[in-house]
């Protein structure tokens, strides 16, 4: 990407399109039903753009997002992935887009004719509108990897209409070359294709030097109930986690918590790997000794400016294997490799990325497969790790890394303000609502 495109594209007006759930009932009740009950979790009952589910459904036919756009023209589009728990194939009917950056970092120039987008992802594309007047859907369709049909089949739409003397059309035109809601080839060919600019103006620097290293690995999972009494599989309450621990949400935060040195609320013991090994991606991966997993609050500590690699490993524990979007808040991170199957950590590293990794805050975690990240642990604080799929999240699929403070009041974390808001006890994770404070 020349310097002349990028003085471009910082004048663009960015149009910002929004995919998210929608659902017809409260979703905080739907949430506490789900957890206090201990099985699965409400599907949306459709999926928006900009808030309108589109022309496909009669409610918001009137209403549908319209993008109005001059023949010849390039636009500058801001796509977030706000869903509760859904990946996405986003495109534009008869019309390629180039990706060009996304979560806040500028990529090397992409065509394609689709992008998969997963919850917490940004993406900035651009799009010419060179086709003949007319009118053309935008589609936020589901990409989903698991085994089970446990997903929201419907489509959002919005329409990219150009503007100008022509007779429009009864329907826009639709894309058809959708691919199909579970190819996980393209998908991965996508994620695959993504770099990072690594020029001069945008340089990369990635950690060479690693002092901590993590393989962290990515499951759901059991945990009893009395009696047998929840919804889960077997009387138990489905749960989620990493390395086997599934996160605990505390009676005070843990920011709250580290900096008036508080004790009892977390556990800084959080396991750099998991306690046992096996075939993570076998297809018998059942019985109790790999499906139960260990509930509490234990967050990694980190020292100022330690250099950090995770690799994370997917699973098929409860044949359970699908895409996880792993989110870090506080830090972008480099993606410096990824691949299926089970990491092997004497191979896999020759094949890592150090050039032009995508510089990045959620990464897809691919079904069966692994995904290897660094980054500087330069940003004091407390800072939540987590599946950016919503069920997971409240089902334990998280941790925390406390960053230690460098010594100088610039390298330091910063105090409270005068007045904290204190947050609402029957907020969704709040501790009184917390699914796993509530097991007993």
Request: glycine share 8%; charged share 15%.
């Amino acid at each position: 990407m020349t310097s002349k495109l990028m003085a471009v594209l910082k004048k663009f007006t960015v149009p910002t399109f929004v995919a998210a759930s929608w659902y017809k009932h409260d979703v905080m009740e739907l949430m506490r039903e789900t957890l206090s009950r201990g099985g699965t979790a409400n599907l949306s009952d459709a999926f928006t753009i900009n808030g309108q589910p589109g022309d496909l459904y009669p409610c918001s036919k009137e209403t549908t997002y319209r993008l109005m756009v001059d023949y010849g023209k390039t636009y500058l589009l801001r796509i977030v992935n706000a869903a509760q728990n859904q990946d996405f194939f986003f495109m534009i009917a008869e019309h390629n887009v180039t990706v060009v950056g996304g979560d806040a970092s500028y990529f090397k120039p992409l065509a394609t004719p689709y992008i998969m987008i997963t919850p917490g992802q940004t993406m900035d594309v651009l799009v010419t509108a060179d086709q003949p007047l007319g009118e053309y859907y935008i589609v936020a369709t589901p990409y989903f990897d698991g085994g089970a049909d446990d997903y929201d089949h419907s489509t959002a739409t919005a329409i990219f209409e150009y503007r100008g003397n022509y007779t429009h059309p009864s329907t826009p035109s639709f894309p058809y070359h959708i691919p199909a809601y579970n190819d996980t080839v393209v998908a991965s060919l996508f994620t695959s294709q993504i770099r990072s600019l690594a020029s001069p103006e945008h340089p990369v620097d990635v950690p060479l030097d690693v002092t901590t290293r993590m393989y962290l690995v990515v499951t759901m999972n059991l945990l009893p109930c009395p009696n047998d009494s929840c919804a889960g599989p077997d009387g138990y309450r489905i749960a989620a986690g990493l390395n086997n621990k599934t996160f605990e949400n505390p009676g005070v935060d843990i920011l709250r918590a580290y900096y008036w040195n508080m004790s009892g609320f977390y556990d800084p013991n959080f396991p750099d790997q998991p306690l046992h090994y096996f075939n993570f991606t076998s297809d018998d991966l059942l019985s109790n000794n790999v499906t139960i997993s260990d509930p509490g609050t234990r967050v990694k500590v980190l020292n100022y400016n330690d250099t950090v690699e995770i690799v994370f490993q997917g699973t098929n524990v409860m044949n359970s294997a699908e895409n996880h979007p792993i989110h870090l808040h506080g830090y972008k991170f480099y993606v410096v490799g990824r691949g299926q199957g089970i990491f092997n950590n004497e191979t896999d590293p020759k094949n890592y990325n150090l050039y032009d990794p995508p510089e990045l805050n959620t990464i897809p975690i691919p079904k069966d497969g692994w995904a290897t990240i660094r980054f500087k642990a330069s940003n004091p604080g407390v800072w939540f790790m987590h599946c950016h799929f919503d069920r997971h999240m409240s089902w334990g699929m998280e941790t925390a890394f406390i960053v230690k403070s460098g010594g100088t009041p610039e390298t330091s974390m910063k105090g409270p303000p005068a007045y904290m808001p204190p947050c609402d006890l029957e907020s969704f994770l709040g501790s009184k609502d917390s699914m796993l404070l509530k097991r007993g």
